[in-house]
């Protein structure tokens, strides 16, 4: 059997104030609870940090804008060759200067 290596922990134990709770099937505790002990973690921390870098991915995930090869043509065209700006914008960009000045 492999050496277990302590994982570090997710956050500092100072900073835990929060609390999750969530019920799920024996047969899933059991399958976590093993891939837990393979890692040589606490069920707590393993649940935890798997959860963690799964919400990290969605988010990241989110925030790829993803564009056909077209939308990239006509994005950065209007990036190289911005229109004029029309009446309403400048009127906003008055009021912008207005509250930032």
Do not use: C
Request: aromatic share 4%; hydrophobic share 45%; net charge positive.
């Amino acid at each position: 059997m492999a050496a277990l290596v302590p994982m570090e922990p997710t956050a500092p134990s100072a900073a835990k104030a929060e609390r999750l709770e969530a019920r799920i099937t024996a047969p899933l505790k059991e399958t976590l609870q093993r891939a837990a002990d393979l890692e040589g973690r606490s069920l707590t921390d393993f649940v935890v940090s798997a959860a963690h870098d799964t919400a990290k991915r969605v988010i990241q995930e989110h925030g790829i804008l993803f564009l056909t090869a077209n939308d990239s043509k006509v994005f950065v065209n209007a990036l190289l060759n911005p229109p004029a700006p029309n009446e309403k914008l400048r009127r906003a960009a008055r009021r912008f200067k207005q509250k930032h000045a």
